[in-house]
């Protein structure tokens, strides 16, 4: 028999052996689960020398490690930017072959669900991916969704009930479906548009009715706020030219979003504006606010300086926005770009609270070079 010396190392005083244990000469001493009760009692064995079969210690550890509990597995981190993206890949397919989808109504819903819980995961990631995502889609769906977020955020600081934000967000993700295949077309132009295009344009909130009413969309709600989502206060707006009094709020929280998410998304054929100067085109048209509720609750959200925009620091740095500032906190930034215009190794948490890193200006996207990627910000919850 092969054996195996013992020391005391291998024992356990008061636990039962894993092994039978011998004398030199092969003489069993102890069987598999008896237990030494004392340490006296461990050296009276040694004075006769202890061993084991060799291949009764592999078999011991192979049992110890079968009964062994695994290890817990880590959790793993959910990632907002990856329900925005799925979010993006579905309506992608809803949108362009709506007419042929069963179910339409309900799996728009469930493209609301995704957003709404990228929402829960990380708020700032999720509005951030409307100025850092702009690449996860064409412009057409990108759009809508970007609208969605911007519109669940307001409602959302207006209190609405859940039924509500959801046939809000609904609406913003179907509200264009009339010029789906023209957007694109028309995203792409440099030149003025045509009569037709003008055309196609301002019929389409009728046209977007119609086709979600083919679908088998018959929430009422839903229905109005896309036909009124391009509708003006004083009546100048499109289809109808409807005043402000027959205008749900509800449509113009869909509204302004879709304004707000136009004026950011980067455009071939002008250069992209800042968010605090789109929050401002937006809401103060003519210089005051014609809804100032509802501007106030935008400007609350996004604030002027939202997720995702670049700005200057009082250090010469240039820096993403990476949380919201709130009634108690300054907002939180990481600086990607040194004092001397070169990239940094890993970008840089800063606090703009302290006077060093307090924010400067904004800067505009298409002053910014370097290229990075959500995930280098924020971490797993921004994995693609």
Known sequence: MDQKNLTVADFLIGQPLPWDVYTEGDKLLLRRG??????????KLFERGLYINRSAEEEAAASAKAHERPAPKKAETPSALHFINLANKRLERLQYNLANEDGAQEKILEVVKALTHAANIHSDVALA????NQDAANYAVRHSVDTAIVALHVARAMK???EEIQIIMAAALTMNIGMLRQQDHLESKSEPLTEKENDVIRHHPQESVALLRQAGVTHPEWL????????NEDGSGYPLGTDIGDIPQNARIVAMADRYCAAVAHRKYRKTLMPNASLRDVLMAGGKASDPMLAAYFIKELGMYPPGAFVRLQSEEIAVVTKR????????VHAFIGPRNSALSIPLQRETAKKAFAIREAVSSDQITLRFSMHQLWGDVASP
């Not at 991916?129 to 850092?132: C, I, K, T």
């Not at 109005?224 to 509708?231: A, G, I, Q, T």
């Open 34 to 43: 008896q237990i030494v009760q004392s340490v006296e009692q461990l050296n």
């Open 129 to 132: 991916s409307v100025l850092l």
């Open 160 to 162: 609405k009930t859940p």
């Open 224 to 231: 109005s706020y896309v036909l009124l989502h391009h509708e």
């Open 325 to 332: 500032a709130t009634a108690d906190s300054a907002a939180v």
